[in-house]
């Protein structure tokens, strides 16, 4: 049985700082790309961070040069270092592990349950 379960999420001051961690079980954690996704209120659910299983980082514009994604393969876990933390950074935070398989690059994918993180003074 596969889980993904985010801690980490809370209340924050504009200009603050949270750090979300991503805890998997039953996956082989070394060889999935793991990433954080958010979804706000009434908008789709967009891509922040990914780190690939060989450690390359790729991130969304809007949180370039504020969030940091790490990963500990030894611990089966992914976080999220999240700076300078601006009130439309507010939205519920998602773990996902994505593994492509076979020469077709077939995407399976595990999410977590999601961690709300409210940027607001």
């Known amino acids: 049985q596969v889980q993904l379960v985010e801690s980490g999420g809370g209340l924050v001051q504009p200009g603050g700082s949270l750090r979300l961690s991503c805890v998997a079980s039953?996956?082989?954690?070394?060889?999935?790309?793991m990433g954080w996704y958010r979804q706000a209120p009434g908008k789709q659910r967009e891509l922040v961070a990914v780190?690939?299983?060989?450690?390359?980082?790729n991130y969304a514009g809007s949180v370039k040069g504020r969030f940091t994604i790490s990963r500990d393969n030894a611990k089966n876990t992914v976080q999220l270092q999240m700076n300078s933390l601006k009130p439309e950074d507010t939205a519920v935070y998602y773990c996902?592990?994505?593994?492509?398989?076979?020469?077709?690059?077939?995407?399976?994918?595990?999410w977590g349950q999601g961690t709300q993180v409210t940027v607001s003074s």
């Open positions: 996902n592990a994505e593994w492509k398989v076979g020469s077709l690059g077939i995407p399976v994918n595990y």
């Open positions: 039953g996956i082989i954690f070394s060889i999935y790309d």
């Open positions: 780190i690939t299983d060989g450690g390359s980082t």
